[in-house]
Nanobody
Framework: QVQLVESGGGLVQAGGSLRLSCAGS????????RGWFRQAPGKEREFVAA????????DYADSVKGRFTISRDNAKNTVYLQMDSLKPEDTAVYYC??????????????WGQGTQVTVSS
C-alpha cells in the first residue's frame, strides 16, 4: 500500500479556486493510478477525478468537467487537483486514493485522511 497525505483544502468564495495536493510515500508511487473522491455531509463518497499511472488517461465526474484538473508529478510523488470556478455544492471532504484506478471506490486500496473544502455563496 501507499501512504497518502492531502493538503490544500480551506474556505473559498464561490467562483474561486483551490489546489489540492496529495503526497505519496514509497518507491512504487508511479505504479498506481490515482483518484480524487469527495464526501459531503450526509452523502456517500463520490468520484471526482482519476489519472492513470503515466498520466496519459484522465477521467472526471460530469459535475466537475471543465472546472477541475487532475495531474501528477511522479518525480515528486504527488498528485494535484486544481479546482476552479468553485460552487457551494463542491463543499465536501476531499480524499485522494491510489490503486488500480477507475471511477469506483473499489478500484482503490490506499486512502488519505481527507482535506476539507468549503465554498461559501
Amino acid at each position: 500500500q501507499v501512504q497518502l497525505v492531502e493538503s490544500g483544502g480551506g474556505l473559498v468564495q464561490a467562483g474561486g479556486s483551490l489546489r489540492l495536493s496529495c503526497a505519496g510515500s514509497g518507491r512504487t508511487f508511479s505504479s498506481y493510478a490515482r483518484g480524487w473522491f469527495r464526501q459531503a455531509p450526509g452523502k456517500e463518497r463520490e468520484f471526482v477525478a482519476a489519472i492513470s499511472r503515466s498520466g496519459g488517461s484522465l477521467d472526471y465526474a460530469d459535475s466537475v468537467k471543465g472546472r477541475f484538473t487532475i495531474s501528477r508529478d511522479n518525480a515528486k510523488n504527488t498528485v494535484y487537483l486544481q479546482m476552479d470556478s468553485l460552487k457551494p455544492e463542491d463543499t465536501a471532504v476531499y480524499y485522494c486514493a491510489a490503486g488500480r484506478g477507475g471511477v469506483h471506490l473499489g478500484g482503490y486500496d490506499s486512502w488519505g485522511q481527507g482535506t476539507q473544502v468549503t465554498v461559501s455563496s
